[in-house]
């Protein structure tokens, strides 16, 4: 943030005037695809994800190609589960064993030399989706759904659960086990499930932790 230079204490008794703060101007969103380039879709080795992002960024930029080659993004999601109590988060990859580079190429649609050596030569690099040496360009949906999976994942994601409020379910643990019913509210916050279950002729709402329960469908 610009900070304000501190006027100097006034050597007399009158204030003097400060300057006015300046305002940080927010940082500009990154455009869908940068001029020039276009994004591609890398096969690399599975759980080799992060480490050829990794690899291929540093490359990069010694070899001060980022001209040629911008961001290298692999989307992930959070995911938190409660069991027994205790939390658990979790950090999947959304499109395992791919990396998403954005780059330009030759007018003739082959990846310029350096950049075609340079990835090559990374371990765990596969080849990218299209003809050999001419790499095709992924479509705009394509994009913006892999830019919106690729935004921050939250540090704090709520529980997924695939329940809905009416769904039939079935109770695999518990004193209530076996037991149908159907679910009435999701507490996502709490890891649980509020349902309604027939106890002795008479509907009765119950809490459960959400993965002591299935859908009836699926039983």
Request: avoid cysteine; aromatic fraction near 6%; hydrophobic fraction near 35%.
């Amino acid at each position: 943030m610009v900070e304000q230079d501190l006027t100097e204490k006034a050597q007399t008794d009158e204030p003097q005037a400060q300057e006015p703060v300046a305002q940080e101007a927010a940082p500009e969103e990154e455009p869908m695809v940068s001029p020039g380039m276009n994004w591609f879709v890398l096969r690399v080795a599975s759980n080799k994800e992060d480490s050829v992002r990794e690899t291929l960024l540093r490359k990069i930029k010694i070899e001060g190609l980022t001209h040629l080659v911008n961001r290298i993004l692999v989307p992930t999601e959070k995911t938190k589960t409660i069991k027994a109590g205790k939390q658990k988060i979790t950090e999947k990859k959304l499109y395992p064993g791919y990396v998403f580079v954005e780059m330009k190429l030759e007018n003739d649609g082959r990846i310029p030399q350096d950049v075609f050596f340079l990835i090559k030569e990374t371990t765990g690099v596969g080849d990218f989706i299209g003809t050999a040496g001419r790499p095709s360009p992924m479509s705009v949906p394509e994009i913006e759904k892999m830019l919106e999976a690729s935004k921050a994942p939250e540090e704090e994601p709520a529980v997924k659960m695939d329940f809905q409020k009416g769904d039939p379910i079935k109770i695999k643990e518990g004193p209530f086990e076996n037991m149908e019913g159907t679910v009435d509210e999701l507490l996502p916050d709490q890891g649980k499930v509020r349902v309604t279950v027939m106890i002795f002729g008479r509907a009765t709402p119950i809490e459960l932790e959400y993965w002591l329960i299935e859908r009836a469908d699926e039983a």
